[in-house]
């Protein structure tokens, strides 16, 4: 009888061999065994992660807020004027680089846009500036995206404008068919996006390329600030591109993905937004790698002990590092759970919000290995302190 | 014949630096036979636990040689010397030094672990080393729920789960009664009965004698007498 329960404790241990290395069962009884040290050690992470991913995602928010027009924009070279450091850049170009354009062979089509500041009349009183965007709604160009109410073809009514409504409060308005003014004009919101946001918190207030020429005081002809080049399927765009450039004056034929990188260079780094959140994110990652070396460091100490015991029994040191290393995983896999959800949390509060905090599927898994590297470097110093254990101290204790 | 499973010869070993360096060794030779338990006795300072350090590859001689199961070890690197103790060497303490958070079982298995040997035999090796020292209800047990006997016999389940040719014992009775301590020398008397196997035991307590075969005496960091034994107990 004895002998069969016996046997039936070894087979059940048998599967439990299979399921739980000793490693990982000696890294995480010594992790949970000071609960009260542990859980400063998941809170400490949980602060770190959680602050790591608001500055990334206001980063990747910023960036998407700045580009978002350029890669909304169905363009594979953009004319832009010389020296155009932004999409919110207002010089204008004289117009004959379109028919310049259409000549060369390839190119498909050549959409204008313009673009500029203006002064919109609340329509209970006071102003604000906003960014106006002019396009042709025959066009496939630059078109607004997201539309929640009304469409695009509802500008071709009399002083039609799109505008956001996450901007109704700046704008002074709070229904679709209110009407305000635009340098003097009279103009009527007959369409509504969600969620277009301006980095320069001007709101973009989009309509015909007409009327924004006449926001603007543009003068008259064809002057615009940008012609979106689209060619031909097939066809040769660095050549295109060439060639474009050499018949231009005060003008520039660039990538998309050059002038997004002009814009994010103007906004996030030249303003120095990007540097305070990026120095944010690297302050939260200090923070707690300070915060779980300090943890682990000390509940290496208080095993200092038994360290000293595996080693006396002729373990080598790397299956020491091991067991050290494995509290620090454990202890990153505990904390990145956490504060994944209460990032996520994050960024449902922050949805609607004038600068919302994203979080991207790479930018999670960034976090992630982030937050790993960050509890292995952590361990470093618990890893130097059981590296100079002298096995012997064992017969003294 | 027995045959030598670990030897040292004329180990001097100094410790500390300078004006407070001692020669706690000061010429040593000692062999030990397989299926011999061999207690080595000595008042405290006289050298009995640096001797058990250099035996025990945990410390290097200053001078002379150390052979275990044939092999010198002097000179050897620190992972070198952990690759010796864990392939030839059992330990056991005064003060157990189980893994609280680790039942018998794992305990036990621990020697194995660290090996490398994680497989299914590894664990019916641990079980069987506890069955044999009487734990075998006890396999789930922590330290804490183990007595002072339970938690030696733990110990020496794992000093001789991986079948090392020499076990190391450091006053395995000191923290027992005189019935636990006798029951623990007991079961290391039966492992010494291997020949393959030499169990060296450093004690106080002279209540054990019955059970040496061989009792060795260190005064001030020289052997002072080596007695052949009958043993009388087992």
Known sequence: MHDTAHQHGIRKGRRKILRIPLILILASRNLFHDRIRFVATIVGIVFSV?????????????????????????ADLWIVPTGAKSFEDTNLLDGQERFHALAIPGIADVVPLVTGYATWHKPDGGTTIIFTVGFDPGKVGLQPWNLIEGGVDDLLTPNGVIVDRSYFTRLGISYIGQQAEISGQRVRVVALTNLIRSFTTAPF?????????????????????????????????????????????????????????????????????????????????????VIVAQTLYSSTKDHLNEFATLRAIGSSAFYIHQVILCQAFLSALIGFSIAAVLGLLIVRATK?????????PNLTLGLFVLTVVMCALSAISAIIKVTRIDPAVVFNR | MKPIVMEAIDVVKSLGEGAGQVLALKGVSVSLKGGELTLLMGPSGSGKTTLLSVLGCMLSPTAGLVRVSGRTITGLRPEELAKVRRQNIGFIFQSYHLFPTLTAEENARLPLDVRGERSLDALDKAQQALIAVGLSHKFNSFPRDLSGGEQQRVAIARAVVGAPSVVLADEPTAALDRENGLAIMGLLADIAKDPARAVFVVTHDPRIEPFADRILRIEDGLLVADEARTRRLN
Do not use: H, K
């Open chain 1, 50 to 74: 959680v602050l790591v991913t608001v500055q990334l995602g206001l980063f990747v928010s910023c960036q998407r807020m700045i580009t978002a027009t350029i890669e909304r924009a169905r």
């Open chain 1, 205 to 289: 207030v989009f309509t015909t390329r007409e009327r924004a020429r006449t926001f603007l005081r543009a003068p008259s002809g064809d002057s615009n600030t940008y012609f979106l080049v689209q060619v031909s399927p097939g066809a040769d765009i660095a050549a295109i591109r060439a060639d474009l450039s050499r018949n231009l004056n005060d003008a520039e034929v660039i990538t998309p993905q050059e002038f997004r990188s002009r814009s994010l260079s103007q906004w996030l780094y030249g303003t120095g937004a990007g540097a305070a959140l990026i120095g944010g994110a690297i302050l939260g990652v200090i923070v707690g790698t």
């Open chain 1, 352 to 360: 609607n919000a004038a600068l919302p905090v994203i979080m991207t």
